[in-house]
């Protein structure tokens, strides 16, 4: 799945932005933008990361976004009207995703705007989003220090979230009362996941055992950490790392010093990377936004039946957020009208309840979707369905 590296990279970057307060109600007003939707045709842009490390991520998210507006089409459009969707690639770059979305600002055209793809590029902007009051919903930017609700919204759930999400799982399906946390601290999406997790377990009743750290995310060496977090007698370890580093460091070594509980953590563990004997691997959970195997919701089987017939390959969680933004934007577009003004579209997002393939959920005041989360489960070596967690 999206390697977190590169949301956690422009974590920093984003702290130190000044981004546009938050709020969900009205944005009408005098200064406004009066954009309205003309014409036989509704344009919606999208910047999104289609070049440089992150472009498998950029690049699924258009499959999602160009598969939806061929369904919509083929149903009609939008109020009536054909949607068309204007796609510009930011690099991975704050300054070109800057530039690229201004160019989209300044056609009056543009309705909404779906991306950035990661969190740097996303914050970069987030306060141009407010400026040129042009709703704009990013798929997978998952870094609490953005700030939305003003014109800018997410469809992906906050890291802090899904820490939370992993507690409530820990204490309610997995019956535990013990719990240990390990993560990063000089990397604000595993310590701040980390934290989250801590948190929420205290608050439910788990008692946590140990807390232990390490200078970075990409360590290869966590031996030392993990044998106080053995000799705590915790019953579940919360390791909020990446794919790169869980599966052939965090995981092996807790089994070599003796853990036998059970080993969770956060999307970042989506295609986990493995080594040795599969069965190490045994009783490791994660948090993610979607699973083809999900039967609970009735969307994720037509959707990736649609997926493969228009791209010949499966769909992941960018393509499957994607798909959902693009839907998202057209619920707020119908329901503002056929005359509606970004300002209309914008109201239409505040607040909305929405249903798709990455889940059911309603947008809060902040603009970040509380929504049901997927928890795969590791069966030799590959990720199964277990549970969908429904928000509280």
């Known amino acids: 799945m999206f390697s977190k590296k590169m949301i956690a990279a422009g974590a920093a970057a984003v702290m130190a932005m000044s981004l546009a307060g938050c709020s969900g109600g009205s ?60 796609s510009l690639d930011d690099k991975g770059d704050a300054t070109e995703a800057s530039n690229a979305y201004n160019k989209l600002a300044a056609d009056n055209s543009v309705l909404a705007v779906a991306g ?25 930017a998952t870094a609490d220090s953005i700030e939305t609700g003003n014109y800018l919204f997410r469809t992906c759930f906050k890291d802090s979230y899904q820490g939370e999400v992993a507690a409530r799982f820990a204490a309610e399906n997995l ?35 140990d807390k232990e750290s390490s200078s970075s995310a990409d360590d290869t ?48 563990y989506d295609g986990l990377k493995l080594t040795g004997d599969k069965s190490q691997y045994d009783k490791t959970f994660y948090t993610t936004h979607y699973s083809a195997d999900d039967t609970s919701n009735t969307k994720v089987q037509d959707f990736i039946k649609s997926y493969k017939a228009k791209n010949n390959a499966d769909p992941n969680t960018f393509a499957a957020l994607g798909y959902d933004t693009i839907y998202m934007i057209k619920q707020a577009i119908e329901k503002a009208g056929k005359s509606a003004t970004r300002e209309d579209v914008r109201n239409a997002v505040a607040g909305m309840s ?15 979707p509380t929504k049901s989360v ?16 429904q928000p509280k």
């Open 175 to 209: 019956k535990v009362k013990k719990v240990a946390v390990l993560y990063g601290t000089g990397d604000p999406y595993s310590s701040g996941v980390g934290e989250a997790f801590a948190k929420a377990a205290e608050k439910l009743g788990m008692q946590v055992v």
């Open 221 to 268: 060496e966590y031996s030392a950490q993990l044998q106080k977090i053995q000799a705590s007698g915790a019953e579940l370890l919360y390791a909020p790392y990446y794919y790169s580093v869980a599966g052939p460091y965090i995981i092996p070594q807790a089994r070599s010093v003796g853990f036998e509980g059970y080993v969770m953590g956060p999307d970042g």
């Open 374 to 389: 997927i928890v795969l489960e590791l069966k030799d070596g590959k990720p199964v369905y277990n549970t969908t967690v």
């Open 27 to 86: 944005m009408d007003d005098s200064s406004s933008s009066s954009s309205a939707a003309s014409g036989d045709t509704i344009t919606i842009g999208s910047v999104t990361t289609n070049s440089g490390t992150a472009a498998a991520y950029g690049e699924a998210e258009v499959k999602g976004f160009e598969l939806a507006v061929s369904e919509i089409n083929a149903k009609g459009g939008i109020n009536g009207k054909k949607v068309k969707l204007e």
């Open 354 to 368: 929405f249903e798709g393939v990455t889940g059911k959920f309603t947008m809060d005041k902040s603009g970040s």
């Open 116 to 140: 950035p793809t990661i969190s740097a590029t996303t914050a970069a902007v987030a306060p141009l989003a407010d400026q040129t009051k042009l709703v704009t919903i990013a798929p997978a």
